[in-house]
């Protein structure tokens, strides 16, 4: 399957386009022709709300992706402030502790294939964590973006149940010295936000920084409505499948080389 | 003409009766205790984790809810389905219903991660969420069930019992299969992802609450010294038997849908040969214990003549159902999700593949008793305080037309 | 001779005067001044009353526009009042919720007013909140 591509021309794509043109032409002054590092095609104000005429999305290469390396977690604990390295949770049991993202070793079990790459939330188009959430705690933002309401939160996990990717975790137990960007607690459920804080300020989530940094460039990050975006010339190039694809949640996350 | 048997309510006052409020009483406190300590430590303090979501607390909530609406079967039989029999029966029926009820969400509520909040489960619905429906579901139970008591009791009122137990019949009907939706819509997880969970768990609920029901008369009777006679006792315990069987076979179906799918045979491996505990659980506990025990009990003319092992058939009905609950929640987490098909995972921080292991501890256990504690002690407060218990159920008062076989 | 009348009703005036004199040192809370005036340049609070009395709804309204559209303004975000009105205690060090040197418990305390924003949000300005999130 590929991806959404938004082919009409509405008045905002034109503005997108222009706005791009600008912004290119400005970027192009400071850096030498033809090297735009991030895209900035989306560049809304801030108060303006997210919209659906984006739609945030990953693509991981997973024969890019580095066996042994785990940049994007670190990164990811560093930025959110889960994990060891923030001594967050230091009475849960192991499988209790927070996990936002993962790094999976897979062997295919007919080739003997092996394969690593990063598992988190796969910010469904179709969530059912979602769907099956009691007060609609568990949501998903005009852009495509899963996150967890944890001011109505109840706790009851029913979300947990229900993802196919065990891409949530529940906190077991207090919690100190929160990032003030990724307010996280006691009795609530949290995930991968996809760095929604960076997202609505123009930047680029910590985990695809951080394979860039390290010099895999395993990870995109972009609009997948978007048609002239990275991610969605490398999609339309070369593919990407989605974890589960027969339960058709579209999701945001797309693998390549499974 | 047939006089109808006057209700009394149970005079209360020998040392038993406080002994069994005192015993019930103690265990709500103590799992009033657990969920202190629970929400003061958070949920670490649990055998729960990020595999196992759900444990002990959700099986003894699930079990006594799934209960709860089946209990109201002795009362719909008599109302929406007219059987004179069953007339001095229902009223005990609506109340234990009403009782587990209230127990098994008791526990749920107590086991939230922010049970503060409930206020908030009560004003934000997602109306898409099978939990929100359920919550509807539980409240209009109570109003409903409390409406035909109501119909029951009042003198004046008669002419609507069965009116108002029609619809508590088709409430519970939908209540029981709002639980199994619970988890036969969870597509993600093989061991939910089947219609055919809502019918069983309608089923279920009939055999647990008949079972339950069966104890709870007993023992009121016995400690009444009121008389129980066997046209009564012996239709329940037939029906039970019918139940019992009816359970087997939709666990059998079950099973077997499962096996004829390439995709669900690891999973069938693990519940019925490799699973362990689960496999104990489901041959021990849910087969042998809760079903072909019981079931030659109560059809084996020369066991069924003792109360005392029907007693402890119905008993093991409870066991059983207790077992089954446990297989189905806890084992159906624990048995790893597919999430790459075709690929083995050989490596990974949140054990991706890995059957899940859970050890519930005390405190959650005591927890999940409470609902139970609480749920008997509303039945004993309650037929002491109002009238729900006929004076006799001789054979003689309830129908006079029986012979002993 | 004194009546029942009398006893009763002296009886009961010392008995709700009582909480008065035990308190005597604190009938108002002794609440920290933030870092900055209300200033309109810094697009920060509201008049002192409306904000006493609304800032409940104004946070609240925030949070959803926050959480669920994105709209990161600075006008009514928790980060910002922390970042403004924080306080830091007898050792020097910013004073913790709970303690009444914190701006908000300052307040909550003494109206006992129990809130759980801080089971999540931090309590205290940190580095990352005074520059915004490491974007690019």
């Not at chain 3, 060090?93 to 931090?122: L, M, Q, R, T």
Request: charged share 15%; net charge positive; glycine share 8%.
């Amino acid at each position: 399957m590929t991806q959404p591509v938004n082919n009409k021309e509405t008045t905002t794509d034109i503005y997108r386009r222009q706005f791009l043109g600008k912004t290119a032409a400005a970027a192009g002054l400071a850096l030498a022709p033809g090297m735009i590092l991030t895209e900035v095609a989306h560049a809304r104000s801030a108060d303006q709300p997210a919209s659906d005429k984006n739609r945030w999305g990953l693509l991981i290469n997973t024969n890019k992706c580095g066996t042994g390396c785990t940049a994007c977690v670190s990164a990811c604990q560093t930025e959110n402030g889960w994990g060891e390295i923030n001594k967050s949770e230091p009475h849960s049991k192991a499988s209790q502790k927070a996990v936002w993202i993962r790094k999976v070793k897979l062997k295919d079990k007919l080739t003997g294939h092996v394969q690593s790459l990063p598992l988190m939330c796969q910010h469904c188009e179709h969530p059912p964590c979602v769907d099956v959430c009691p007060t609609g705690a568990s949501m998903k933002r005009k852009d495509g973006i899963v996150l967890v309401d944890k001011h109505i939160c109840i706790g009851c996990r029913y979300c947990m149940m229900a993802c196919p990717y065990k891409a949530r975790s529940f906190i077991h137990e207090a919690l100190e010295n929160q990032k003030v960007h990724a307010p996280r607690g006691k009795g609530t459920v949290e995930s991968c936000t996809m760095c929604v804080h960076r997202v609505d300020t123009d930047g680029t989530p910590a985990c695809v920084e951080a394979c860039n940094a390290e010099g895999h460039q395993a990870m995109y990050f972009g609009d997948l409505k978007d048609s002239n975006s990275a991610i969605s010339v490398e999609l339309r190039n070369n593919g990407g499948q989605q974890l589960r694809q027969d339960l058709a949640l579209n999701t945001g996350v797309r693998y390549q080389g499974l | 003409m047939k006089k109808t048997i006057p209700f009394l309510a149970i005079e209360g006052r020998s040392s038993g009766y406080y002994m069994l409020l005192a015993i019930l009483a103690t265990f709500i406190l103590a799992s009033l205790g657990a969920f202190y300590y629970m929400e003061h430590h958070g949920h670490y303090v649990t055998g729960m984790s990020n595999q196992i979501v759900w444990g002990m607390p959700h099986v003894f909530a699930v079990f006594l809810i799934v209960a709860a609406s089946g209990i109201l079967n002795v009362a719909s039989i008599s109302s929406a389905f007219n059987k004179k029999a069953y007339k001095p029966l229902a009223r005990l029926s609506a109340l234990a219903a009403v009782a587990l009820l209230a127990g098994g969400l008791m526990i749920l509520v107590l086991d939230l991660g922010r049970p503060e909040r409930l206020v908030i489960a009560m004003t934000y619905y997602n109306l898409k969420s099978i939990f929100a429906w359920n919550m509807l579901l539980y409240n209009g139970f109570f109003a409903i069930v409390i409406v035909y008591l109501w119909t029951m009791m009042q003198r004046n009122l008669g002419k609507y019992t069965r009116v108002a137990g029609t619809a508590a019949f088709l409430w519970r009907l939908a209540l029981t299969t709002g639980t199994g939706s619970i988890f036969g819509f969870l597509v993600a997880r093989q061991g939910y992802d089947a219609a055919i969970m809502a019918p069983m768990f309608v089923i279920m609920s009939f055999s647990f609450g008949l079972a339950i029901y069966i104890l709870v008369l007993m023992a009121s009777y016995n400690w009444t010294e009121r008389p129980l006679g066997d046209a009564i006792f012996n239709r329940l315990k037939n029906l039970l038997g019918v139940f019992v069987a009816a359970v087997l076979y939709f666990v059998a179906v079950y099973h077997l849908t499962n096996l004829y799918e390439a995709q669900h045979h690891d999973f069938e491996m693990f519940i019925l040969r490799d699973g362990g505990i689960y496999t104990q659980l489901f041959w021990l506990g849910q087969v042998l214990i809760g079903g072909v025990i019981p079931l030659i009990i109560f059809y084996t003319p020369a066991l069924a003549k003792s109360r005392g092992l029907v007693g402890f058939g119905a008993l093991l009905v409870i066991l059983g159902g207790l077992a089954q609950v446990y297989g189905i929640i806890i084992g159906g987490q624990a048995f790893p999700m597919t999430i790459f098909p075709g690929k083995e995972v050989i490596e990974t921080t949140f054990a991706d593949g890995a059957i899940a292991s859970y050890v519930p501890t005390l405190a959650e256990t005591l927890l999940g008793l409470g609902g139970f504690a609480v749920a008997l002690f509303l039945i004993a407060f309650c037929v002491k305080i109002m009238q729900f218990l006929p004076a006799s159920l001789a054979d003689k008062d309830v129908d006079p037309h029986y012979k002993a076989s | 001779m004194l009546s029942h009348k009398t006893i009763i009703s002296t009886l009961l005036s010392v008995l709700l005067l009582l909480p008065v004199f035990a308190q005597a040192g604190d009938l108002m809370p002794v609440v920290p001044k933030a870092k900055a005036k209300a200033n309109p340049d810094t697009l920060c609070i509201r008049d002192v009353k409306d904000m006493r009395k609304n800032h409940m709804k104004y946070i609240l309204h925030k949070r959803d526009k926050t959480l669920r559209e994105g709209v990161r303004t600075k006008q009514d975000s928790l980060a910002e009042c922390i970042s403004c009105h924080i306080s830091k205690n007898d050792k020097g060090e910013y004073a913790s919720f709970g303690d009444s040197k914190h701006f908000c418990s300052s307040c909550h305390n003494f109206a006992a007013v129990n809130i759980d924003c801080f089971d999540c949000h931090n309590d205290k300005p940190t580095a990352a909140s005074k520059t915004g999130s490491t974007i690019k």
